[in-house]
């Protein structure tokens, strides 16, 4: 009687155990499978975290009236944040993710149109946005102008050149102050969403300011008059954030 009871209390004791291996076995794998899929999630977030949608640095009524709350409110929120979707799009699942977009712009004519428009779409705005303020405009101090005054003989030649890059440029683009490798300041315009930092540009340059002559940009206030919204563009340049990226574009080739 009693090796009967021995002989049952191993079996029972061994198909516990074996039923708790499994147990175990079930939770290490359930365990593994979470730890994956966090893992997945994380880096798909750095990835979208890398680029982010940036906050518009004022209201958008603050560079009224020269450029209106609508103008802005459409341009920001539809124009902007659809090249801002659309570059997250293209660039999903290619070694584009874990890159700066500076180095993406170097190598453009290796990537997908849709990368040049979309990426060009989402950075140029950004930089855009952040070249103006409300109470902008006025005159350029310090480095910056003596800079802009050997370049153009006076800030009104620099001015009237500048302007002229947006009013010719046929169709959509922009207009841009950069600085060459030489560090020297040079103007130009692009079409489309290309920028100087793409290597298909005409000219290569470290841009210091910007002007979107896009029809977008101005024309529920200006209508066709693309020439007086480049007048107006002047009371809203944010010409200390024009000088802060010449200081750090100077910086960046060893220029003093
Ligand atoms: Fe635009």
Redesign the pocket.
Known sequence: MSKLKLVAGIIIFGLLGFHCTTIAQTLESQKNQIKNSTTKIQSTMNSINKFEFQALPYAYDALEPFIDKLTLEI?YGK?HKAYYDNFITAIKGTEMESMDIKDIFKNISKYPVAVRNNGGGYFN?TFYWEGMKASGGGLPTGKLSDAITKSFASFDEFKKQFSDAGKTRFGSGWAWLCLDPKGTLFICSSPNQDNPLMDIAEKKGIPLLTM?V?E??YYLKYQNKRPDYIDAFWNVVNWEEVARRYETALKSLNIK
């Open positions: 341009h124009h705005h979107d896009w977008h940009a």
